[in-house]
Each structure stands twice: as structure tokens, then as C-alpha cells.
């Protein structure tokens, strides 16, 4: 069956926001939005991840190291290393793990 989901679109950047866009045995894929200087507290990954930044402009804070990513970058962090994550403007990005 074929579904059209507007749920990325419709996510409001209020605050942080996550919510699961797909959840299977094999994959996730998490859709995140955050307001312009709201964090994504510190947390780990029970897997590799791979983020893809849709919009905005986000300060991802990995191993006492900065990375700033902007809309349609992309960026692979390893599991279970602490991180957080701080919105410089009004952005969302995907999570795939």
C-alpha cells in the first residue's frame, strides 16, 4: 500500500519535538524539530545514526567537538557516544538509525 505523510511538514518548531515517522525491527527514522535556541538534551544512540538536516541551522556537540549543520547536510555519528544538539534558528532534521 502507498501512504502520503505529511507528518514532517506538519511538525510544529516549537520547543523540541520528536516524533517516530518509521519503527521496524530493522530501521528507524526519527523526525525531529527544534525552536531557535532549544537543545536536544545529552543522550546516546543504541545505534549508528546517520542525521539529515531538512531545514535551519543546528549545532550538533559530540566528544567535546562542535559540528554546525545547515539544511541538506548531512552528518554520522557512531552509538553510544554522549551528545546534544542546539538549534541556531527554527530547524528539523531526521534521525535514520
Known amino acids: 500500500m502507498y501512504i502520503i505523510n505529511d507528518k514532517i511538514k506538519e511538525q510544529e518548531t516549537k520547543g523540541l519535538q520528536v516524533s517516530a515517522l518509521v519503527k521496524t525491527d530493522t530501521l528507524e527514522i526519527l523526525t525531529i524539530s ?6 536536544f538534551p545529552e543522550h546516546t544512540s543504541p545505534k549508528d545514526a546517520q542525521l539529515i538536516v531538512l531545514e535551519g541551522d543546528i549545532d550538533f556537540h559530540i566528544n567535546q567537538k562542535k559540528f554546525e549543520l545547515t539544511t ?3 552528518f554520522n555519528f ?8 542546539k538549534a541556531n534558528k ?4 531526521l534521525i535514520v538509525r
Open 34 to 39: 527544534l525552536e531557535k535556541d532549544a537543545t
Open 72 to 74: 541538506h547536510q548531512h
Open 90 to 93: 527554527n530547524s528539523k532534521f
Open 78 to 85: 557512531p552509538a553510544d557516544e554522549k551528545h546534544w544538539v
